[in-house]
């Protein structure tokens, strides 16, 4: 069955950066739609970059702002985002989720499948 696991989560000091990974199984990576997501306490869950399943491009929320970078290696059936100069703010439980053929922009009701997710928490 598809399953997703998150990894690379941590305490983090601001400005620093990291690299969270999400592995997947139980499906061919590149015929899913791959999205992040991110929860912050007391907050609704926010979409942060999603990658097509028909052409592969990634398209990220505004907020962003640069500093999110998604990308995929198909051979190790693994997504990853690059998360750089980390603030505060970015404080949350990070999820990656999956689906046929998803937008991204219109929530995370659109994804079918989610990993556990992985906490980040960015204090100095």
């Known amino acids: 069955q598809v399953q997703l696991v998150e990894s690379g989560g941590g305490l983090v000091q601001p400005g620093e950066s990291l690299r969270l990974s999400c592995a997947a199984s139980g499906f061919t990576l590149n015929h899913y739609g791959i999205g992040w997501f991110r929860q912050a306490p007391g907050k609704a869950r926010e979409g942060i970059s999603s990658i097509d399943t028909n052409d592969g491009s990634i398209v990220y929320a505004e907020f962003v702002k640069g500093r999110f970078i998604m990308s995929r290696d198909n051979a190790k059936k693994t997504v990853y985002l690059q998360i750089d100069h980390v603030k505060p703010e970015d404080t949350a439980v990070y999820y990656c989720?999956?689906?046929?053929?998803?937008?991204?922009?219109?929530?995370?009701?659109?994804?079918?499948?989610w990993g556990q997710g992985t906490q980040v928490t960015v204090s100095s």
């Open positions: 989720a999956a689906a046929i053929t998803p937008n991204f922009f219109l929530g995370p009701d659109e994804f079918e499948y």
